[in-house]
């Protein structure tokens, strides 16, 4: 973590002017004060990452300031200026906890050892931070990815065998489905543990702010950008960097991705030195990135260097066999939190939850089972807790048993069913998906499993067709 900004405060006027001018020289923002009330109020309402203090200063004195720091700012690091080299005031400024300790006058060399001593400091001290919250982090994700189903059990093959390299991976599902989960295990795996795993949705954030939330800008690149500020990238330097709904990237901020992953080095806005930077990139989308190329939507070199290794994180109602594992995990972590006494669901309740369909997949889920604990008294839940889901009738045909026009109509109901509860844009792909596995294994029971005759007859290239047999899980029925 690099010194950004520093408080200067001194009542010589000279001392102020030198400072200030040798610091600024070499990029810091400096704030003066005149005395330790002025200085006490510009900590208090501002974030600084050293401050440089006189010990002798009116009002309040230099060692009185440090001891508020600690009170207002307590990870602030504090250098002490003395024109009195005694032992009493070295002992006295290191007691109450000041970094470093000079006496006047000194060469502006000390300085710059300093700050480089205290850049150091700041940096170490926030790995050790991130690798504390990085371990705690692996130890709840072990118990937060639940699934024992086969598809799920070839996620976690595919999380062992690319973690630890370095290569980018594509992670493709619904919403809801745990995408960042899987990056987040994918980073915990890897070599980089201990180094940042820095998180960005591409499709929260305006499209005219997402260019500096990654590249970061200089201070003055434009109006509002009062002091430096470093991007996603440079936060993720030596780490991970998950980008989030990747397909809702604009155009011309992908030529500037691919330009990165290229180079291996960003330029802040409103800057022109280029900073190299070390990051593992793990991109996710909800959407049919290959339809969106072809529509000229998304780069197409591009994609091709994020789809290094995909891994496609089937929708819940195509592992139902999960479902109850997931119902238990979320009913003991909401109690947990709720700091309430444990609830079960009756096996009339977990029946109707393992029949829906689930539009909104995992994150639907939890958040059913949530809004159930809370609004019901009992401590076994029953189906009427769970009043927004239908039961399916005895003798219900599935997805696969029906035509194109009649899966539109379910899945357009249960959206208007769920309204409050999907993310928009889902109904085309979820629509997508279902309709190409039973699609794909029906040409491929037809031709015998020749994916060369299947990929004529679909009309699509043989090696396009390998990748959607292996994402989609299409399984051949066995004679």
């Not at 690099?2 to 030198?18: K, N, P, T």
């Not at 977990?350 to 639907?364: A, F, H, K, Q």
């Not at 019901?376 to 807790?385: E, K, N, Q, V």
Request: overall charge neutral; proline content about 3%; aromatic content about 6%.
């Amino acid at each position: 973590m690099s010194i950004h900004r520093i408080l200067v405060a001194d009542d010589e006027e000279s001392m102020r002017w030198v400072l200030s001018k040798a610091l600024k020289k070499k990029g810091f923002s400096v704030d003066l004060a005149k005395d330790g009330t002025e200085a006490l109020r510009l900590i208090e309402s501002n974030r600084f990452d050293l401050a440089i203090l006189d010990i002798k200063m009116p009002g309040i004195t230099g060692l009185e300031l440090l001891d508020r720091v600690r009170e207002a700012q307590s990870e602030l690091l504090v250098v002490i200026m003395t024109a009195e080299a005694s032992m009493k005031n070295a002992v006295e400024a290191m007691k109450r906890g000041a970094y470093d300790y000079i006496t006047k006058p000194f060469d502006l060399d000390v300085i710059d050892a300093i700050i480089e001593k205290v850049s150091r400091a700041r940096e170490m001290t926030s790995q050790v931070s991130m690798l504390k919250e990085e371990l705690k982090g692996r130890y709840q994700l072990e118990r937060t990815i639940i699934g024992n189903s086969p598809v799920m059990r070839d996620v976690y093959k595919t999380v062992g065998k690319v973690a630890p390299s370095d290569v980018t991976v594509l992670i493709q599902g619904e919403s809801g489905t745990g995408k960042e989960l899987i990056a987040r295990a994918i980073h915990f795996n890897s070599k980089r543990l201990g180094k940042p795993f820095i998180a960005l949705n591409c499709a929260a954030i305006p499209k005219e702010l997402l260019e500096s939330e990654l590249f970061g800008f200089e201070k003055g690149a434009f109006t509002g950008a009062v002091e430096r500020k470093t991007g996603k990238f440079e936060q993720a330097n030596g780490g991970t960097l998950f980008l989030d709904e990747i397909g809702d990237m604009p155009l011309d901020l992908q030529a500037k991705i691919l330009r990165v992953l290229q180079e291996k080095e960003v330029t802040r806005t409103g800057g022109s030195q280029s900073i190299g930077v070390d990051v593992r990139i793990v991109a996710a989308t909800n959407q049919d990135l290959d339809e969106k190329v072809r529509r000229k939507e998304f780069r197409e070199d591009l994609y091709y260097r994020l789809n290094v290794v995909p891994i496609f994180l089937v929708p819940l109602r195509e592992r139902k066999d999960d479902v109850r594992l997931l119902v238990d995990y979320f009913l003991q972590k909401t109690c947990a939190e709720l700091e309430i006494a444990q609830k079960q669901c009756s096996p009339e309740a977990v029946r109707l939850l393992g029949d829906y369909s689930w539009p909104g997949n995992v994150r639907e889920l939890e958040n059913t089972i949530k809004r159930a604990v809370v609004l019901s008294s009992d401590p076994l839940l029953t189906p009427a807790d769970f009043p927004g889901l239908r039961p399916a009738k005895a003798g219900t045909i599935t997805n696969e048993d029906l035509s194109l026009e009649a899966i539109v109509e379910i899945k357009l109901r249960a959206c208007l069913d769920n309204i409050g509860k999907m993310e928009s844009g889902d109904l085309h792909n979820m629509v997508l998906q279902q309709v190409e596995r039973p699609l794909i294994r029906f040409v491929l029971e037809k031709t015998r499993g020749n994916q060369v005759k299947a990929a004529d007859i679909l009309g699509i290239n043989r090696n396009t067709l390998r990748k959607k047999i292996q994402e989609l899980g299409v399984e051949m029925k066995k004679d």
